[in-house]
């Protein structure tokens, strides 16, 4: 029996001690890690090549997604009229277009035409500086003689400035109108708009119903955001241009329309620095014409900024802008750092689309009090009762002597 039990547990396996288990795991998993780990950094490298060859791909649809969501509203207004969608479309994208043409040669003509001026009156400035100077600094400048070397070199100059002119306009037209990249965009945007209801029924037959409410509540916040952030800021642009344009036509500017557009588009269209940029133009043109019209100019449009900033633009913006100062600044620098100027032209309706999903989508809760810092409504309520108070202390009766004593 003895060697009969000695035999079978001979037989049996024997147990695997710690070391082995230590060295069946090592065996087992490291070739796993590793070949994960290959895959994952294959996978990456993959994305990454594939990103940054289609990168610029990937911001021609997002222009394009921008400006058909930007044009959308006119094409509904259009197609509920009895438009056919194609032909509304078209509609709408023609007049934007025309526009653009017709702002960027009224620009032109004030550039040109405000160098070429430049030139040609070169003297008459140098004589004006050195009286300046003069009666101001006691300093004396042989003005004939650099007169006379200006007159000499003016056909040189004029040339010259008509080549430098042409050279940026040149650079500016084939940054900005890309033939192909313009193309792209405008063949996007048409079939974006003009099939829009397939798109939306195609995209939606592959999701079940109830994601299906989400997706299309998704979209029409976006388009909602993106359109009312448009036209807002066009309604901006037109209020703003009209003021100008009324300004410089007092002050006696040229090119008063064409310089008015500007302000209003730039100022409007450019974050954070569009108000500065804007200026600079129609401030440039005052100091040529007149150094006291360039006050006028700067006052007329801080005027209209303070304006606009606390009494127009919240009551223009409030259903389609509900940002925070700061939030917009702060996606004005993070859109700008990621696409350049495309990123920060985009930033601020991006900001206010994740706001309106966050508020969509996130819930909201009670505020509990705190001893050290009030709430808005605490705030207002103080500043109400202080006010109150005042005004109670101001009407009140001074106190009168009755002669006694």
């Not at 133009?281 to 100091?287: C, Q, S, T, Y």
């Not at 996606?331 to 601020?348: F, H, N, P």
């Amino acid at each position: 029996m003895l060697p009969t039990m000695q035999a079978d547990r001979d037989a049996l396996p024997l147990e695997p001690t710690p070391s082995h288990r230590s060295g069946h795991w090592y065996q087992t998993w490291l070739p796993r890690v590793a070949a994960a780990a290959l895959v994952a950094l294959a996978v990456i490298s993959v994305a990454t090549w594939i990103f940054s060859s289609t990168s610029g791909f990937l911001i021609t649809v997002l222009i394009s997604l921008f400006v058909a969501f930007a044009l959308l509203p006119a094409v509904e207004v259009l197609t509920r009229r009895g438009w056919r969608r194609g032909l509304a479309t078209g509609a709408v994208m023609l007049a934007g277009l025309i526009f653009g043409v017709l702002f960027a040669f009224a620009l032109t003509q004030i550039i040109i035409g405000e160098v070429i001026r430049l030139v040609a009156e070169a003297p008459t400035y140098v004589r004006e500086v050195s009286v300046w100077l003069q009666e101001t600094f006691g300093i004396e400048i042989n003005v004939d003689a650099m007169v006379g070397q200006l007159t000499e070199d003016r056909n040189r100059l004029t040339e010259f400035a008509s080549n430098a002119v042409g050279g940026i306009l040149g650079l500016a037209t084939t940054t900005l109108g890309m033939v192909f990249q313009a193309l792209t965009i405008s063949l996007f945007v048409f079939y974006i708009l003009a099939d829009l209801p397939r798109l939306r029924e195609t995209m939606l037959r592959r999701f079940p119903p109830e994601q299906q409410a989400h997706i299309d509540n998704i979209t029409t916040i976006t388009i909602d955001k993106v359109g009312g952030y448009v036209y807002s800021r066009l309604l901006l642009a037109v209020m703003s241009a009209a003021f100008h344009f009324g300004v410089f036509t007092l002050i006696g500017l040229p090119y008063t329309f064409a310089l008015a557009a500007w302000v209003g588009l730039v100022s409007q269209f450019v974050p954070t620095i569009g108000t500065y940029l804007a200026g600079v133009l129609p401030l440039l043109i005052a100091v040529l014409e007149n150094p006291t019209d360039a006050v006028w100019v700067a006052v007329g449009i801080i005027v209209y900024q303070q304006v606009e900033n606390y009494l127009i633009a919240p009551r223009v913006t409030a259903n389609t802008m509900n940002l925070h100062p700061a939030v917009g600044f702060g996606a004005v620098i993070v859109g700008a750092s990621l696409l350049g100027g495309v990123g920060a032209l985009l930033a601020l309706p991006a900001a206010a689309i994740a706001a309106a999903l966050i508020g969509a989508y996130g819930e909201d809760y009670e505020v509990i009090s705190s001893s050290s810092i009030q709430s808005a409504q605490q705030s207002e309520d103080r500043r109400q009762a202080t006010k109150a108070g005042g005004r109670r202390r101001e009407k009140a009766p001074e106190p009168t002597s009755d002669g006694a004593g």
